[in-house]
């Protein structure tokens, strides 16, 4: 039986979904994350613990524990994990993406600087220290600029500036944000304490979702974002399949995903890109080795009832993968933002907003009584929508009225609570 190391962190929500795909496939799985597994105990063979803080030695811990069953494959589910996958798996001498490549596309410094070396549509880009004097770098900056954290997804931390005064004040959001233990345990070397100031690059943007199939790009979804994305933050709601955009624009932001995905050295697996289109063409925003995040990846079908994650795991385990097409039904999810800090109290609507037409289904995935931040600090969604239909327009149609129909209580941790909606 096919043995598969996932490299899952304990705070994602897709642990679920790879595991029910593995099942599918029969392969036997073993779950290396960042915290030791409750029922480690019983069954020693199917967990691993990582420090996902020293990854050099997670590595060689997987070594270490793949010396009686070795593994077929390693595969990562977010930017962290992806790196450390690679790493095990260089350690291992199985296939992987070379560590270098999967290195910059999780520092977004790293990346613009490949992307840049390329001769890539890339904005201007200056990497600063989060403990200079934000007012003495102020004046010497290009206006609109975007200040975002080098390590950081789903655009956390990450802010526009038009004015001096504005650079000052999202430099210092970001400074306290990696001050942060939760953040700042998440960098590598000196990342917690610089910050990326780019050009701020106009045009509408979109997302797209890949597979690298020895260096060729297969594109599996090109995802509008109808909201638009033009500051002072950047947090992302709506994602749309099939694109609606020409069909002469679509192949444009694909070859751009390539070029940048082959840039970084990037090779096989999945592969997620944001880009923005405005009259000078496609410019990758970002590229990751790693697929959609969050539970997006559940809007995304392919032949048979095929999941996104089986399609990953099939690819790792080295089945050719290249025919397999999504199915052609339009598709869609909103990620719920949080509408204020404080205390989740409740979230009313749910039931009405599952009985919009089109919408397949509604998870709210932080309960209750938890502390709440918006996304741009808080790094957390608070659920999810999806829907399906014939056509974008109607699905895009079902989110905005189940959305609509949302009633979100956060209330201050000393009072009963103020209605935000």
């Not at 997670?58 to 593994?71: D, H, I, L, S």
């Not at 609509?404 to 909606?421: D, K, M, T, W, Y």
Request: glycine content about 8%; proline content about 6%.
């Amino acid at each position: 039986m096919n043995r598969i190391l996932l490299v899952i962190p304990s705070s994602t929500y897709r642990t679920h979904d790879f595991m029910v795909a593995a099942g599918k496939l029969n392969v036997e799985v073993v779950v290396a994350s960042d915290h030791r597994q409750a029922l480690a105990a019983l069954a020693p063979d199917t967990t691993i613990a990582l420090n996902f803080r020293k990854p050099e030695t997670a590595a060689e811990k997987v070594r270490e524990f793949a010396r009686q069953k070795p593994f077929r494959a390693v595969v990562g589910v977010d930017d962290a994990s992806a790196y450390i996958a690679a790493l095990a798996a260089q350690a291992l001498g199985i296939p992987h993406n070379p560590v270098p490549a999967v290195a910059a596309s999780r520092n977004k410094y790293l990346m613009r600087q490949k992307i840049s070396a390329a001769n890539l549509n890339s904005p201007g880009f200056r990497l600063l220290s989060a403990e200079q004097d934000p007012a003495s770098l102020a004046g010497g900056v290009r206006y609109p600029c975007v200040l975002k954290p080098l390590f950081l997804s789903g655009s956390r931390g990450v802010a526009r500036a038009d004015t001096p005064e504005q650079f000052i004040a999202a430099y210092r959001e970001i400074e306290a944000l990696l001050r942060e233990p939760e953040v700042s345990g998440k960098g590598y070397g000196e990342e917690a304490s610089q910050i990326l100031v780019e050009d701020y690059i106009p045009g509408i943007e979109v997302a797209v979702e890949g597979l690298l199939l020895n260096r060729e790009f297969k594109s599996l979804a090109i995802f509008d974002k109808p909201d638009p994305l033009e500051g002072p933050y950047f947090v992302e709601t709506i994602y749309l399949t099939p694109s609606r955009l020409p069909g002469y624009v679509q192949r444009e932001v694909i070859h751009a995903a390539q070029q940048a995905a082959g840039a970084l050295g990037l090779e096989n697996g999945p592969v997620h890109a944001e880009a923005r289109i405005n009259e000078k063409g496609a410019w990758v925003v970002e590229i990751a080795a790693r697929s959609i995040g969050g539970l997006c990846s559940r809007v995304l079908r392919f032949e048979g009832g095929m999941s996104l994650e089986e399609l990953i795991l099939r690819q790792a385990l080295g089945e050719d993968v290249s025919a397999i097409q999504r199915e052609k039904s339009a598709a869609g999810v909103m990620m719920l933002p949080v509408p204020g800090e404080g205390i989740l109290r409740e979230v009313k609507g749910t039931e009405a907003a599952k009985a919009v037409p089109g919408v397949e289904a509604l998870i709210i995935t932080i309960p209750a009584g938890q502390k709440v931040r918006p996304m741009e600090r808080g790094g957390r969604y608070l659920g999810f929508v999806f829907a399906r239909g014939d056509f974008p327009e109607e699905v895009e149609d079902s989110i905005r009225e189940a959305y609509r129909r949302l009633e979100v209580v956060i209330g201050a941790e000393e009072e009963g609570g103020i209605q935000v909606s």
